[in-house]
């Protein structure tokens, strides 16, 4: 079992939709949890990270994080088509510790 | 400020040979990274710096050296290219303690034929 899973899509959805993107994990130690966004044929950029359990919002984004299921999510609201990417989770045990990413959710919003 | 640069940002080498992927950084970030990325299987570590004159092997080491050459650049070398190590490579910087934060260069896209 992978340590971290996201399903890889592609996910197409119609613009001003409200997208969901999850990842779970299998690690319980993970503290650090990172929502990275990649554009074809670039490097990821970090979106948001959280620490621990709970949300974190950022304008149109939200960030979930649920350790007791190991599941965490990104929530993007009135979806753009500039959100069009591949969603990269990502988590750590410390802030001393390597980052795992997950493999990345490809995302489609359709004009 | 140019945040993470690489070069090159395509190479083709034939099985054997070897070659270097150049990472400079300008934002005195004191850990780096480099990353591999293939299909379906996410960013995997092959080597990181926590700091000038460190070095550690990440999840898939085998085949790659590093060097940490000053605080701005970090280089990754594949001194006898193989197939498998067909990819696209990222090289990352983040201030220590931080690697939840990390800044990534625009990739070099390597094929071993």
């Known amino acids: 079992q992978k340590e971290v899973e996201q399903d890889p899509g592609p996910l197409s959805v119609p613009e001003g939709a409200i997208v969901s993107l999850n990842c779970t994990y299998s690690?319980?130690?993970?503290?650090?949890f990172m929502w990275y966004r990649q554009y074809s044929r670039k490097g990821p950029e970090l979106l948001m990270y959280?620490?621990?359990?709970g949300n974190k919002e950022d304008g149109r984004f939200t960030a979930q994080v649920d350790k007791s299921s190991k599941y965490i999510s990104l929530f993007i609201r009135d979806s753009q088509p500039s959100d069009s990417a591949t969603y990269l989770c990502?988590?750590?045990?410390?802030?001393?510790?390597?980052?795992?990413f997950g493999p990345g959710t490809s995302l489609s919003v359709i004009p | 400020n140019a945040g993470v640069t690489q070069t090159p940002k395509f190479q083709v080498l034939k099985t054997g040979q070897s070659m270097t992927l150049q990472c400079a950084q300008d934002?005195?970030?004191?850990?780096m990274y480099w990353y591999r990325q293939d299909p379906g299987m996410g960013l995997r570590l092959i080597y990181y710096?926590?700091?000038?004159?460190?070095?550690d092997k990440g999840e898939v080491p085998n085949g790659y050296n590093v060097s940490r050459l000053n605080k701005r650049e970090f280089s990754l070398r594949l001194e006898s290219a193989a197939p498998s190590q067909t990819s696209v490579y990222f090289c990352?910087?983040?201030?220590?303690?931080?690697?939840?934060?990390?800044?990534f260069g625009p990739g070099t896209r390597l094929t071993v034929t």
């Open positions: 959280t620490y621990s359990s």
């Open positions: 990502a988590m750590s045990e410390t802030s001393y510790d390597k980052v795992i």
């Open positions: 934002m005195n970030h004191n850990s």
């Open positions: 690690n319980s130690a993970f503290q650090y």
């Open positions: 710096s926590a700091s000038e004159g460190t070095t």
């Open positions: 990352a910087s983040s201030e220590r303690g931080n690697p939840y934060e990390q800044y």
